[in-house]
């Protein structure tokens, strides 16, 4: 087998907690199916038939009452439960999982919703007999007024400064603007051996990773690290330029236990090599290419361990982990997945104005003389007469009363509007009450417990 | 009849004149031929009565064609019948000779009614007819009907543009698939389509693009092709491991791997069981980038000695014994190959001699690194060609090593070989009539070099003897990524959109032949050789194994 697919669907989503403090990130609904079904459903279109899926017992419990997910995933889902407390990183998780693991693995995040060619990615991975391979998206403006957002809101996201080369395929640097106080600073043997650095700051990580199982292994002995994300991709790609995994000898063993001691980190993914690495350093030294020119240094500068990166420049790549991503995702994602608009189960009277971007789910109910514009509509929801609703996301098992006005509006799960009320960019949470002919603009309702929640 | 007998000749003059056109080259015997053939088109008065003796002269000869004889020097001589054509266009052995042989009947039938029809036509002074071209190889393939009542065998990679082919292709593709893995899914190893337009001389010749790799129709977790062999299959087509000797050595490593991984299903022999699966991992790689001669005798080997396991062989101790094998192959064949010819080449090589070298080959690197660490004085000059480049890569590794290099493009060969006292070649396989089948390039350096009456040495080691015969470069060649020919040192492109452009056609040629009066010796591990014994190594070869 080639790769193992696991999907990290634990998250907590720590970014949108008026969403998530009491539906799992994982099972949000957006286009009416929960989040993770969109990386699974990537995974089967590309020829997966198991995955490893990371979750906590809730997401597990939810997942088998869905019917989206039952019907609709073919794939053999390996669902493995974690604490809920939120401490474990995705590293943490990997390492969880390590006995599962028998070849090299493609890391996914469920809140991730793409319709990549995934064989760029893993092109990369193969033929470069690479480390790590993985793909980033050229971030997309988010032209929706989010709800509760007081003001233009400065995006205070700290900023990512990724390196590639010439060809823009090899990971040269990467950095979050936390991590560099005084500066960005390159080594000087980088800059030697790449003197053409291309370094961009408008990229979002789509959380894929292609990963060697030797990494994995490297995670056992190596219990400091505990984010994929955060901390063990920019130490991947800082040590494809470390003096020690860029001696090309071979070392035998016992030195090998001697350098185990002194600095247990560095030589794992020197052991990488294949068991015929004679033949494979032979066929290198025999052919005629080379992956750079200008100086006297053979293919990938002798280097074992390489990071490569496949950038989107266009087509959809977002990442659902915060409230304007959420939003633009339930624009975006029915369409690329061509929904049917309409779930046949849905009643919907006639003299009802639907506009063709609505996506209705299942059960629902729409009375007389509504007008449903540009917006999602849950499962089991009640749309009562005369209510308009537009712009708006609303989730399972809603009830809106007569001669409601919702425009721009997230209404979360088993929700009530009264009757009336007049909703403008609102956020409002699960299972809360609107009275009727209430009057919000631009505000987050959420139930009084959640407001200590930090 | 006079009258009908001049429509003929004029026709004939251009099969003739498109033949000379399309470049083949006529040989004597062929010349012969077509004047025989003139002067008793000429004598002969009443067509009727040769018509249907030529008729069915042409029915026996398909059915004699038919029988197989693969080799086509030997047919010529064999049918010098008074309106007998030759074969100008020696037939590459093919190796799926059924396959073909199938359209090859029924086409003779074809062409012989046709021609009776054409003559009733042309007796009743009817126009021209179509002569040649049926559904048969495209036209510079087409055997004028005149010349060519015999029907040749092609294979099946040089008849792209021919539909009926590629759809047998895509058939026998899907019957080569994998079933054991997924008895629910059985997954066909596509059919890689071609890019953009292609330059008509060669069109019955594949081109991809590098931009629309394979993969991209298998599934990602590859389970029905091994992933060696898919990481193997990207590596050459995005040129990663090129050269022959590279790419011999990764399809080795590749094997041993699957090797590796083998398990005899139940009921089934490792020695048939193995072969049957090793099929459709090589039409892969055939579709990822076109087999090298030297990757086709090496697959040869390793068939032969899969088969040659005794069926009492337990599954462990024959797996070790073929990845034994594999060792020995690559260690006797390619290292110590390089070795011997290094050995031998350096008595060659004196002091004070001024080298010119071609491209990157590996062994021609390894001769002359081998040749100065003994101590010999001599100065190297690297001849390069767009748009590989791959001149730039010898001349990293040799300047490595403290070697006195020049540099040149090969629009200059000829102000730089007055200076040159040896021209040292790499072959990517020498054949059967001692051409030498070599990087592109390659035979315009040799014509110069006997030009100016400088040596021209070619190193080659016996693995990359092959059967085939060529005498041109269009027959059987490779056509690389045309795009990559519009890109410019300075990374501009003017081209870029040069599929919109209806007269434009890029062409991107990658091996070319050398006939042997430019080559003076051929170095390989068995000696130094001229360039015409290679049939005579090839003969031992074939009764020592």
């Known amino acids: ?454 | 009849m006079a009258d009908a007998g001049e429509p003929e000749g004029p026709e004939r003059k251009d099969d003739i004149v498109k033949a000379k056109q399309e470049g083949k080259e006529l040989t004597k015997e062929e010349k012969q031929r077509l004047r025989k053939e003139k002067k008793q088109q000429k004598k002969s008065k009443e067509k009727k009565d040769d018509k249907p003796s030529r008729d069915s002269e042409k029915e026996k000869k398909p059915a004699s064609a038919a029988s197989p004889a693969p080799q086509t020097p030997t047919q010529p001589p064999a049918q010098k019948a008074p309106s007998a054509a030759p074969a100008p266009v020696p037939v590459p052995a093919s190796e799926t000779p059924s396959a073909a042989d199938k359209p090859a009947k029924s086409k003779a039938e074809l062409k012989a009614e046709r021609r009776a029809r054409q003559e009733a036509e042309r007796a009743s002074k009817g126009k021209k007819g179509d002569v040649g071209p049926q559904a048969a190889p495209g036209k510079p393939k087409a055997p004028p009907s005149e010349l060519q009542p015999v029907v040749k065998r092609l294979p099946e990679h040089v008849q792209v543009d021919n539909p009926e082919v590629l759809k047998k292709l895509a058939k026998k593709l899907e019957r080569q698939q994998t079933p054991e893995y997924n008895a629910a899914t059985k997954v066909k190893i596509p059919l890689r389509s071609d890019y953009g337009y292609k330059v008509s001389l060669f069109s019955h010749l594949h081109q991809y693009s590098r931009k629309a790799p394979l993969t991209q129709q298998l599934g990602i977790p590859s389970t029905v092709i091994h992933p060696a062999i898919v990481r193997l299959g990207l590596q050459y087509s995005q040129g990663i491991v090129a050269g022959s000797n590279a790419r011999s050595v990764a399809l080795l490593h590749a094997f041993k791997q699957v090797i590796r991984d083998y398990t005899t299903p139940p009921n089934e022999e490792l020695s048939r069981d193995l072969v049957n699966r090793l099929k459709p991992y090589i039409s892969f790689l055939n579709q990822c980038r076109p087999l090298s001669a030297s990757m086709g005798n090496a697959i040869k080997y390793i068939k032969k000695e899969i088969s040659n396991i005794p069926s009492q062989c337990k599954e462990e101790e024959a797996k070790r014994k073929l990845l034994n094998c594999i060792d020995c192959y690559i260690n006797e064949k390619i290292v110590l190959a390089a070795k011997a010819i290094a050995k031998y080449s350096i008595e060659k090589i004196s002091d004070g001699d001024v080298i010119l070298v071609y491209g990157c080959s590996s062994l021609v690197n390894h001769i002359l690194c081998e040749a100065f660490e003994k101590n010999r004085k001599f100065r190297v000059i690297v001849v390069d060609s767009r748009p590989r480049l791959e001149g730039r890569e010898a001349l990293r590794r040799l300047v490595q090593k403290g070697i006195n290099c020049t540099y040149v493009l090969i629009s200059a060969v000829s102000y730089i070989l007055p200076e040159v006292s040896k021209v040292f070649l790499g072959a990517h396989a020498l054949l059967a009539n001692g051409y030498v089948m070599s990087r592109v390039g390659t035979s315009q350096i040799a014509l110069v070099a006997k030009a100016f009456n400088v040596p021209v040495l070619v190193c080659c080691e016996t693995y990359k003897f092959c059967e085939r015969v060529q005498t041109d470069s269009f027959v059987s060649n490779e056509l690389d990524d045309p795009d990559d020919l519009i890109v410019t040192r300075t990374g501009t492109t003017q081209l870029e959109h040069w599929q919109e452009v209806p007269s434009l056609g890029l062409l991107n040629l990658v091996y070319d032949v050398t006939p042997p009066d430019f080559v003076d010796l051929v170095i390989t591990d068995l000696g130094m050789i001229p360039c015409t014994s290679v049939p005579v190594v090839l003969r031992v070869k074939n009764v020592d194994q």
């Not at chain 1, 989503?13 to 286009?31: E, F, H, I, W």
């Not at chain 1, 007389?368 to 712009?391: F, L, P």
Request: proline share 3%; with cysteine; net charge neutral.
């Open chain 1, 1 to 454: 087998m080639e790769l193992q697919a696991v999907l990290m669907a634990a998250g907590g989503g720590s970014r949108m907690t008026d969403l998530t403090y009491n539906t799992p990130k994982a099972m949000l609904p957006v286009g009416n199916k929960p989040l993770m079904w969109y990386p699974l459903n990537l995974l089967e279109r590309m020829g997966f038939e198991e995955v490893i899926v990371i979750t906590t017992k809730e997401v597990q419990k939810m997942m088998s009452t869905d019917p989206k997910m039952k019907l609709d995933v073919k794939m053999k889902l390996d669902v493995v439960c974690i604490q809920e407390d939120g401490d474990m990183g995705t590293a943490d998780a990997l390492r969880h999982i390590q006995q599962k693991i028998k070849t090299d693995i493609l890391v996914v995040s469920c809140d991730l919703i793409t319709d990549v060619a995934l064989h760029e990615v893993v092109d990369l991975f193969r033929a470069h007999n690479a480390t790590l391979a993985m793909l980033m998206s050229k971030a997309h403006e988010f032209t929706e007024t989010v709800p509760g957002q007081k003001g233009k809101k400065k995006t205070a996201e700290q900023r990512d400064f990724v390196g590639v080369d010439q060809s823009g395929k090899r990971l040269l640097f990467m950095a979050n603007e936390a991590d560099l106080e005084d500066g960005l600073s390159i080594r000087k043997s980088i800059m030697r051996k790449h003197p053409r650095m291309h370094i961009k700051t408008g990229l979002v990580d789509a959380h894929l990773y292609c990963l060697k199982k030797a990494v994995v292994d490297f995670l056992a002995d190596n219990k400091s690290i505990s984010s994929i994300r955060g901390e063990l991709v920019p130490y991947l790609v800082r040590k494809q330029f470390s003096k020690t995994t860029n001696c090309p000898k071979i070392k035998d063993d016992a030195e090998d236990q001697n350098q185990k001691k002194n600095d247990g980190s560095t030589n794992h993914e020197l052991l990488i090599s294949s068991r015929d690495e004679p033949l494979l350093q032979l066929a290198q030294d025999r052919s005629c290419w080379n992956d750079h020119r200008g100086d006297m240094s053979e293919a990938y500068h002798g280097g074992k361990l390489r990071c490569y990166v496949h950038i989107m420049d266009e087509g959809p790549c977002y990442r659902v982990n915060t409230l304007a991503a959420y939003i633009e995702a339930n624009r975006l994602a029915p369409k690329l997945f061509e929904e049917v608009p309409v779930h046949p189960s849905a009643v919907i009277s006639e003299r009802c104005q639907m506009g063709s971007d609505s996506y209705i789910g299942a059960m629902c109910q729409i009375a007389d003389k509504t007008s449903i514009k540009r917006s999602t509509i849950g499962n089991s929801t009640t749309v009562k007469e005369k209510v308009k609703v537009a712009n708006s996301i609303i989730m399972h098992g809603v009830t809106i009363e007569e001669g409601c006005n919702i425009q721009g509006s997230v209404i979360c799960s088993n929700a009530v509007i009264g009757r009336g009320a007049d909703l403008k960019y609102c956020l409002v949470g699960n299972g809360q009450q609107i009275e009727p002919e209430a009057e919000r603009t631009n505000e987050v309702i959420v139930g009084a417990d959640q407001l200590m929640e930090i």
